[in-house]
C-alpha cells in the first residue's frame, strides 16, 4: 500500500475566503506551484484543499492519476499535475496538497507541490493563450494571468481533467 | 411479520404513512454511510493499540451491531412494492392484445415484493420491453395455437420474488420459444460466436439482449428493432443485475431480471491483490480454495493462460494483474495464492488473489469521471477502515465476458 502519511490538514475552503464582497468570483484564481511554475484555476470549480493522505491504487486509470482517496465518503480520483504535464514526479512533502475541483460530472482532486493564494486577475490582465496552441494538440493553458511583476499560468480545468493529451508550451517551461 | 404490522398501521388511521423526499432519505444514507467509517475509524485507532479495553470493546460490540440495525432500518426506508410497475404493465397488455390481434392473459404473481425506490423507479422501460417481446415474438396468433393444441389464449406470468438479497423478477410466456437456428445464423453473421461454433443454450439466448440484435422479421410498432433491449442492457447494468433467459421450442421463453434489493449497502469479501484493494459481493462467490500446486497448469498455445484443478476438473483461471494489465505485480505461483472461484454464465472461474481480509457491508459509490474506464466493476467500495477497493463484476472477468 503506498502509505503517505502526510499530516491530513483537512481544512475546507471557503471560496469567499478574504474575498471582498464586491470581488467578481469570475475574476478569482486559486494559484499553485507545480515544478517551480504559478498554476491557476478558477475559484469557481475548487470545492476545497486538502493535505495528502492516503492513495489506495485503482487499476484501469490514465498514468497520471495516482489512484483514489475517501474524503468523507465521497472517492476521488488523484490527478498527479506533474504527471499530467509530463514533469518527473516528486516525492510528496509536509507541503504537498490536493485541491479538489468539482466540474459537474465528478469530483477530481489534483495533487500540486503547494498553493500559493488567491488572487483577482480581472480579464483584462491575461493574455489569451491562442498563441501558444499548436494545431495537433488541445492546450491546456487558457491564459497568462498577469499579477503586477507575476505571471499566473491559467489552466483550461476541462481539458486538464479529461484524457486528451496536453503538454505545456516549451516556451512556458523555458 | 413486520409487513404485517405497517399494514395495519396504514388501515387503522389514514396518517400513519409519511411522504419524504428521495433527497432526504439520500441524504440519511450518506450520512450513515459516514457514520459506519467513522465508527470503524476511531475502533480501529491506533491509539488504542496496546491498551487493555475490556469494557471498551463490549462496548463497541454494541455499537457496530447499533450501526448495523440502523443501516438495515435506513435500507427499509427506500423498499417500495413491485406493484406499481406491475399495475402499469398490466395496462399496457390491453394495448398490445390490440396491436397484434392475439389474446393474452397476464397472470401477475408476487407483486407485494419489495424493492429499492432506485430500482422500482427504472424497472418499467426495461420490462415493458420483455414484455412485448413476449407478446409479439413469443405468444402465436390464436389460430396458431389452437393447431398446435393449446389455448387460444395466450399466457405471460410476471412474477416477483425476494432470493436472498437479490429479486427476481421473471416474464414467462407459454408461446413457440425462441427459435434456435434462426437467432443461431443472426448471431454467427454478428461476429458473436464462429460459423462452427455451437454454443451452449444459455450462452446463445443471451445475445438476443445485445445491443441491435433482433430477428424479427418485420419492424412492428411493438418490438424488432433491437431499440428496446439496450435499454434493457443499460438498466440491469447501473442496477448490478443480471439477465438470465431460458427456452424451449414450442414451450415458450423465460427471462429472468436479478437484481439485489438495495443498492445501498452491499455484502462483500475484501480481497488483496498486489498493492490493489477488491471486494467481491458474497452471493457471487462459489467457494474459496487454496490452489496445490501439481493441479495448477499453464498452456503457453493458449497465451500463457492457465488453469487449476478444481476437485475433478479444470477451472479457467482469471488472474487480475493480468486482466488489469498491471505490469509491475509479480506473477506468483497459484500454489502461494488464494483462489476465489465465482459461479458466471460462462462457466466456473478461480481468480487468485495474494489475501482475502475480511468479510463487510461497504457503501458502493458509482465509478465516474476518471475511474469510469475500469473495467469488470460494479463501483467504489468504500471499507469500514476508510478505504477504497474496486467492487468486482465476475460475469466480466469471465472468458468472453468483456464484450
Known amino acids: 500500500m503506498t502509505e503517505l502519511l502526510a499530516e491530513k490538514t483537512a481544512a475546507p475552503m471557503d471560496p469567499h475566503l478574504s474575498v471582498d464582497e464586491s470581488d467578481n468570483i469570475d475574476d478569482m484564481y486559486l494559484t499553485f506551484a507545480v515544478a517551480g511554475e504559478d498554476y491557476g484555476v478558477t475559484i469557481g470549480v475548487v470545492t476545497e484543499i486538502v493535505g495528502m493522505q492516503r492513495i489506495m ?95 499566473a499560468i491559467l489552466l483550461d480545468e476541462r481539458v486538464l481533467v479529461s484524457d486528451v493529451d496536453v503538454a505545456i508550451p516549451e516556451t512556458l517551461k523555458a | 411479520m413486520t409487513r404485517e404490522v405497517e399494514v395495519a398501521a396504514e388501515t387503522s388511521s389514514g396518517a400513519a404513512l409519511m411522504r419524504v423526499s428521495s433527497g432526504k432519505i439520500s441524504r440519511l444514507m450518506d450520512l450513515l454511510g459516514e457514520l459506519s467509517l467513522s465508527v470503524s475509524e476511531t475502533v480501529n485507532s491506533p491509539d488504542l493499540s496496546g491498551l487493555e479495553l475490556t469494557s471498551f470493546d463490549a462496548a463497541v460490540h454494541r455499537l457496530t451491531m447499533l450501526v448495523r440495525e ?54 418499467y422501460d426495461p420490462l415493458l420491453h420483455v414484455l412485448r417481446n413476449s407478446a409479439d415474438h413469443g405468444l402465436e396468433p390464436p389460430d396458431e395455437r389452437e393447431a398446435t393444441g393449446k389455448s387460444r389464449r395466450g399466457r405471460i406470468t410476471l412474477s416477483a420474488s425476494q432470493v436472498g438479497s437479490e429479486v427476481r423478477i421473471v416474464v414467462a410466456d407459454d408461446g413457440r420459444g425462441l427459435n434456435r437456428d434462426k437467432i443461431l445464423k443472426k448471431a454467427r453473421e454478428r461476429g458473436f460466436f464462429g460459423p462452427e461454433e455451437e454454443p451452449d443454450p444459455s450462452a446463445l439466448w443471451k445475445v438476443i439482449f445485445e445491443p441491435g440484435f433482433s430477428t424479427a422479421d418485420s419492424v412492428s410498432t411493438l418490438s424488432g428493432r433491437g431499440v428496446g433491449m439496450d435499454v434493457l442492457n443499460t438498466t440491469m447494468n447501473d442496477l448490478r443485475g443480471r439477465i438470465i433467459v431460458d427456452s424451449a421450442a414450442g414451450e415458450g421463453t423465460r427471462v429472468a431480471l436479478h437484481i439485489p434489493v438495495s443498492l445501498a449497502f452491499l455484502d462483500c469479501i475484501i480481497l488483496r491483490q498486489g498493492q490493489r484493494l477488491f471486494a467481491v459481493p458474497v452471493e457471487d462467490i462459489r467457494e474459496i480454495v487454496k490452489p496445490q500446486a501439481a493441479g495448477s497448469l499453464r498452456i503457453a498455445a493458449e497465451n500463457g493462460s492457465e488453469v487449476m484443478l478444481l476437485r475433478e476438473s479444470y477451472v479457467p483461471v482469471c488472474r487480475l494483474e493480468r486482466f488489469y494489465r498491471d505490469t509491475g505485480a509479480e506473477m506468483r505461483p497459484l500454489s502461494e495464492m488464494v483462489a476465489i472461484v465465482f459461479s458466471t454464465d460462462s462457466g466456473l472461474i478461480a481468480v487468485p488473489v495474494d489475501e482475502v481480509l475480511d468479510r463487510q457491508q461497504v457503501v458502493m459509490k458509482p465509478l465516474l469521471g476518471a475511474l469510469s474506464g475500469i473495467r469488470a466493476s460494479w463501483g467504489c467500495a468504500l471499507l469500514g477502515t476508510g478505504e477504497v477497493a474496486v467492487v468486482l463484476d465476475c460475469e466480466r472477468l469471465a472468458p468472453g465476458g468483456e464484450r
Open chain 2, 70 to 123: 440502523v443501516q438495515d432500518a435506513a435500507t427499509e426506508l427506500r423498499l417500495v412494492s413491485v406493484d406499481e410497475v406491475f399495475r402499469r404493465l398490466r395496462r399496457m397488455i390491453r394495448e398490445m392484445e390490440r396491436e397484434t390481434g392475439k389474446q393474452i392473459e397476464l397472470v401477475v404473481e408476487g407483486s407485494d415484493t419489495l424493492v429499492d425506490k432506485l430500482v422500482s423507479d427504472r424497472l
Open chain 1, 57 to 151: 491504487l485503482v487499476p484501469d486509470v490514465p498514468h497520471f492519476i495516482k489512484g483514489v482517496i475517501n474524503l468523507r465518503g465521497k472517492v476521488i480520483p488523484l490527478m498527479d499535475v506533474r504527471l499530467r504535464f509530463g514533469i518527473p514526479e516528486k516525492e510528496y512533502d509536509e507541503r504537498t496538497v490536493v485541491i479538489v475541483l468539482d466540474l459537474g460530472e465528478a469530483p477530481i482532486g489534483l495533487i500540486v507541490d503547494a498553493v500559493s493564494e488567491v488572487l483577482e486577475i480581472p480579464a483584462e490582465n491575461i493574455d489569451q493563450a491562442s498563441s501558444f496552441r499548436s494545431s495537433d494538440r488541445q492546450s491546456v493553458v487558457r491564459g497568462l494571468g498577469r499579477i503586477g511583476e507575476r505571471v
